[in-house]
């Protein structure tokens, strides 16, 4: 260990990289031969999760509670609301973010566990009404203005939300449509928005509407990916748990290929990329 030490204060940046790389893929594989057959000394964690993330994290939660005998209370939000708790001393053992920066921004305070920064997921913008067939392919509504309010998550606090605003001034509407913008405080709230009728239309999460592949209800226009900067989520074990077998499981289930494999059927795009 003293070795591996020296070595990654002396050697470059991109090698200590490399080195955090392999340190998870030795622990991911570990836990895929290791951990799942059960607990004698199960925990309950406490884990952040941003609210475009919910339907799939509670299905990834379940079957690791299942296979692990583990406990995971689950909270929803903000990622800006969660970044300030944390930093306030919640006690989060795990954070899902709907972005980097805020990690980023943890683990330069020194409140993640080293090394464990890793984009679980990037996340699809769709503008979404609940009426079938009230936005087309070239969303007309919303370049001719024919709606009553337009949801989009407070861009103060939502990453979605700063990803609606992009697109908006991508396509020279922000001005002409921001008297009918109705701001949900996270992407959850956006959706119940649009959901309920209070606003005709709105940018959410496509993770929120889809099922199977397809448009569960109303209408949608996916956003095309040039519009809007990539929303790489990120996630980090934080320090509050870094002393717990289960927050380490959690955070190396997560990795597996089946979870993988399971945030891709919400919509979601993941990569091999870390970092």
């Given amino acids: 260990m003293q070795q591996l030490w020296m070595y990654s204060i002396l050697k470059p940046a991109k090698d200590r990289l490399l080195i955090g790389k392999l340190t998870r893929g ?15 000394q199960a925990e309950q964690i406490q884990v952040a999760v941003a609210s475009n993330f919910m339907a799939p994290m509670k ?9 692990t005998g583990h406990h995971v209370q689950l909270s929803f939000g903000a990622s800006g609301k969660f970044y300030a708790q944390i930093k ?6 795990l954070f899902l973010s709907a972005d980097q920066e805020k990690p980023m921004a943890l683990e330069r305070d020194g409140l993640v566990v080293p090394d464990s920064r890793f984009t679980y997921a990037l996340g699809s913008l769709v503008l979404w009404s609940s ?7 070239e969303a007309s509504v919303l370049r001719r203005g024919q709606f009553n309010k337009l ?3 407070n861009p103060k606090l939502a990453p979605y939300g700063v990803a609606a ?16 913008w109705v701001q949900g405080e996270n992407i959850a709230q956006t959706f119940q928005f649009v959901s309920t009728g209070n606003a005709e239309l709105g940018f959410i999460a496509l993770s929120q509407v889809i099922d199977n592949g397809k448009i569960k209800t109303g209408s949608a226009w996916l956003i095309p990916e040039e519009l809007y900067q990539p929303i790489r989520q990120d996630a980090v074990w934080l320090r509050q748990g870094e002393n717990s077998e289960a927050a380490k499981a959690l955070w190396q289930f997560l990795q597996t290929e089946s979870t993988r494999q399971l945030i891709k059927r919400y919509g979601y795009q993941v990569d091999n990329e870390q970092n």
């Fill in 88 to 93: 306030n001393g919640a006690p989060f053992h």
């Fill in 165 to 180: 605003v992009q697109v908006l001034e991508k396509l020279n509407l922000r001005q002409t449509t921001e008297s009918k």
């Fill in 131 to 137: 009426k079938p067939g009230f936005i087309d392919t």
């Fill in 26 to 40: 030795l622990a991911i594989v570990g836990f895929s031969f290791g951990c799942f057959t059960g607990n004698a």
């Fill in 151 to 153: 949801a989009l998550a």
């Fill in 59 to 67: 299905v990834i939660v379940a079957n690791f509670e299942q296979r």
